[in-house]
């Protein structure tokens, strides 16, 4: 598979990064301005210095123009006061423009939300609107396009679906209840029974420790793509498996926990394991769900509590939603996470920790991120990686081998300033002597 037209937002080298650093030099000038104003208050003492004004019976011709010169040196038009002032005056603007900057950046993401809204509503309470805002256009692509295969169709249109996500907050405010999309998902997850989570031990292997972003990934796959285990007779029902990473005293540097997507697609008021459509809905809307129950449960009995040791959750698609959605609890609970790496996965509207790095890869042709129709923030702790990948199928587009395996591959040879912090700060889940496998299954309660 072909890797390409790698693209990087947020992170150490992002846009938000970068106003941050416009805000620090606004207080650093800031600084400089005061201590130069300082040191044009302590210059006007010597405009009355006892001995430069005993000196004026010796040469008053020679004092008068020391005191004119040091007059204008201090207070003239360039002096140092009003110098002070204009390092200050720039100080003062450097930090109104990061302000400035950022306002402008939230107001064009509810701008277009917003935008989506009331086309949403249009095209519900009058489909003749449809073609005002856009349709006719939609229209006129699939006419020229379409062959056929609505897949090859759609993934080559995947910006239809933040469209059609970010419009159905106003197609059902039609209806007489005016909603947004939190609120719609908020609805939507009530529909999806949830309980408690049973946690049980499964079985415990010692696997290669992870040795790069690629390396992670892979163990990512192994865990998405294991429905037997390794005697190839039973199946294998598990849910995630954690990694105990150890140096060569044997000590626990870090936790890595592997969550994989979607498992089950099952209708409203029903349920069907902890990797179901329902943790999916609920995770999206903010919810705890009974998969993020089962991944605190499962570190608490891999030690990780006690230990303090770092933890980095890697996801797909479902599992980059959970991992995400699950930083704050777990940090909340006494979990020390610094890091989470997700694949194709709809994390643009979930708040994480400042002090979490998260990692976000995105195939351009994947429909699955689109689905929250948010692009992700850029702050200096969220980095997002795009790349083309184009398989002409959802499934291909969407899968962690030879796709987001790929790309993480890519990453490990680049040198993006935004990666490379993220990779810099990997040292407790690579690289290790050895490693712990621990697998565990994941059910709701009353369900096994």
Same mark, same amino acid.
């Given at each position: 598979? #072909? ?26 000038? +800031? ?24 000196? &004026? ?40 423009? /990061? ?74 405010? %039609? ?15 009530? #529909? ?30 192994? /865990? ?13 029902? %598990? ?28 209708? *409203?008021?029903?349920?069907?394991? $902890? ?7 609920? $995770?999206?809307? +903010? ?7 089962? @991944? ?11 230990? +303090? $040791? ?6 797909? &698609? ?45 195939? /351009?042709?994947? @429909?699955? *991120?689109?689905?929250?129709? &948010? ?39 680049? &040198?993006? *300033? ?31």
């Amino acid at each position: 598979m #072909t890797i390409s037209n790698i693209g990087v937002s947020g992170g150490a080298g992002g846009v938000t990064a970068k106003y941050d650093d416009l805000a620090a030099l606004g207080d650093l000038t +800031g600084d400089v301005a005061g201590d130069t104003l300082k040191t044009a208050v302590a210059g006007h003492k010597f405009l009355v210095e006892p001995d430069v004004l005993a000196s &004026s019976l010796l040469n008053p011709g020679g004092v008068v123009k020391f005191e004119a010169a040091m007059a204008v040196a201090l207070d003239g038009p360039n002096g140092l006061t009003a110098t002070s002032a204009g390092i200050g005056l720039r100080g003062e603007a450097l930090k109104a423009t /990061r302000i400035a900057y950022e306002m402008a950046d939230e107001l064009a993401a509810k701008g277009l939300d917003a935008s989506r809204w009331f086309a949403g509503l249009a095209v519900a309470t009058n489909p003749a609107a449809a073609a005002l805002l856009g349709g006719g256009a939609i229209a006129t692509d699939v006419y020229l396009n379409y062959d056929g295969d609505w897949q090859k169709w759609l993934v080559n249109h995947p910006g239809m679906v933040d469209t059609l996500v970010g419009m159905s907050p106003g197609m059902l405010s %039609a209806l007489g209840i005016p909603v947004d999309l939190a609120t719609n998902l908020d609805l939507l997850a009530a #529909t999806y029974p949830d309980s408690d989570a049973v946690v049980t031990d499964s079985r415990t292997t010692n696997p290669d420790a992870p040795g790069n972003l690629g390396d992670l990934l892979d163990g990512l796959a192994r /865990r998405n793509s294991s429905d037997k285990f390794e005697d190839k007779l039973s199946p294998d029902p %598990a849910n995630l498996d954690v990694q105990i990473i150890r140096d060569a005293n044997g000590k626990v540097t870090g936790y890595v926990v592997d969550i994989p997507g979607t498992k089950e697609w099952n209708a *409203p008021f029903t349920t069907k394991g $902890a990797n179901d459509l329902g943790t999916n809905v609920d $995770a999206m809307a +903010g919810n705890n769900t009974v998969l993020q129950k089962g @991944i605190e449960e499962a570190l608490r009995r891999a030690g990780a509590q006690d230990t +303090g $040791a770092p933890v980095m959750l890697v996801g797909h &698609s479902q599992g980059g939603i959970v991992a995400a959605q699950a930083t704050t609890d777990l940090v909340s609970n006494g979990y020390n996470v610094t890091h989470v790496l997700t694949a194709g996965s709809p994390v643009g509207r979930i708040e994480v920790p400042g002090a979490v790095q998260v990692l976000s890869l995105e195939n /351009r042709n994947d @429909i699955v *991120p689109h689905l929250d129709a &948010s692009a992700n923030p850029d702050s200096p702790n969220r980095t997002t990686v795009e790349f083309d990948n184009q398989q002409n199928t959802v499934g291909g587009n969407h899968q962690i081998q030879e796709n987001y395996t790929d790309a993480a591959r890519e990453l490990d040879r680049g &040198s993006d *300033p935004s990666v490379q912090r993220y990779k810099d700060g990997l040292g407790a889940f690579i690289g290790g002597s050895s490693s712990e496998m621990r697998t565990y299954r994941v059910d709701r309660e009353g369900e096994k």
